[in-house]
């Protein structure tokens, strides 16, 4: 059984451990965001991570950038690395898992996309949840959605089910995911290749694990950013993200009851603008490189 514990109504645990919190972010050379925004963010968390990991995709950064990443942080361990497995956002996450795992295997992983912040306390409030509810698998704190800087008003969740996730998101993605390590290893890290819905995929996989625990915090501390002057995943008609549905559908399709599917079909077309009969075209499909 699903164990759903909000931090604010969990009993404290008086355990007085040290917890390892590891960054993660996975950028693109050309992603001005991750000094301009990601970084100074990092740098303002009243808990500072222990560590940061810096992947990029396919792009080795010179000695220079891991310097002024350092200067930037300067208590916070900096490790700059590059994804040399086939491009994309899933390989390089693991490639920094893969990092994580073998120098802080007890750690946390707190995941920040490269053009998006979290609150000074987001680092603190996650930490005491862990306190509070008992080493859960996953905090889950709220993520403000802001269109080009404005805010789009939604209720930071306080609950989560498979079902959830395989109609859309309510509210778990990159940047305010904090996941015990073992917990993203057991659930098979990131899926290799998935264009899009890497997000929905692992919540899926996690929430599937035997008896997962999560503490919802109540409380937005991180800012997912959307600017509409640039071309993203979330476009409309972007064919990067028929080809990521198409995939999601091939991978969880089998879990979806007839209302799930309609309603998954319904969002697809409502946001992004891709009927089932293009979706469905893509899942038949040769496999894309």
Not at 254 to 271: K, P, Q, S, W
Request: hydrophobic letters at 40%.
């Amino acid at each position: 059984m699903l164990k759903l514990i909000s931090m604010l109504t969990a009993p404290k645990d008086d355990k007085d451990t040290y917890l390892t919190i590891v960054g993660l972010i996975a950028t693109l050379p050309s992603r001005d965001t991750l000094l301009r925004v990601a970084i100074p963010s990092i740098s303002s968390q009243v808990r500072q991570l222990d560590a940061l990991v810096i992947v990029t995709d396919n792009f080795s950064m010179s000695a220079n950038f891991v310097e002024t990443r350092q200067r930037q942080l300067p208590r916070t361990d900096v490790h700059v690395l590059s994804n040399v497995k086939a491009p994309g956002a899933a390989n390089t996450w693991n490639t920094g898992i893969e990092y994580i795992a073998a120098h802080w295997p007890k750690a946390y992983v707190a995941i920040l996309d490269d053009d998006d912040q979290w609150d000074p306390e987001h680092l603190s409030i996650c930490e005491d949840a862990t306190r509070s509810v008992g080493s859960p698998d996953v905090v889950v704190s709220g993520l403000r959605t802001l269109i080009d800087g404005e805010e789009v008003p939604r209720d930071p969740p306080l609950s989560f089910s498979v079902e959830d996730f395989l109609t859309g998101n309510p509210g778990w993605q990159g940047s305010n995911t904090f996941i015990r390590l073992t917990t993203l290893l057991a659930a098979g890290r990131f899926t290799e290749g998935l264009k899009s819905c890497n997000d929905r995929d692992l919540a899926i996989r996690v929430l599937s694990l035997p008896d997962p625990k999560l503490a919802f915090t109540g409380r937005h501390t991180a800012s997912w950013n959307l600017d509409t002057d640039r071309s993203s995943l979330s476009s409309r008609k972007s064919e990067a993200k028929r080809v990521g549905l198409a995939q999601f559908l091939a991978l969880h399709g089998h879990r979806m009851n007839e209302a799930i599917r309609h309603r998954f079909f319904e969002r697809v077309d409502n946001l992004f603008g891709w009927s089932e009969e293009e979706i469905q075209a893509e899942v038949g499909a040769p496999a894309h490189a």
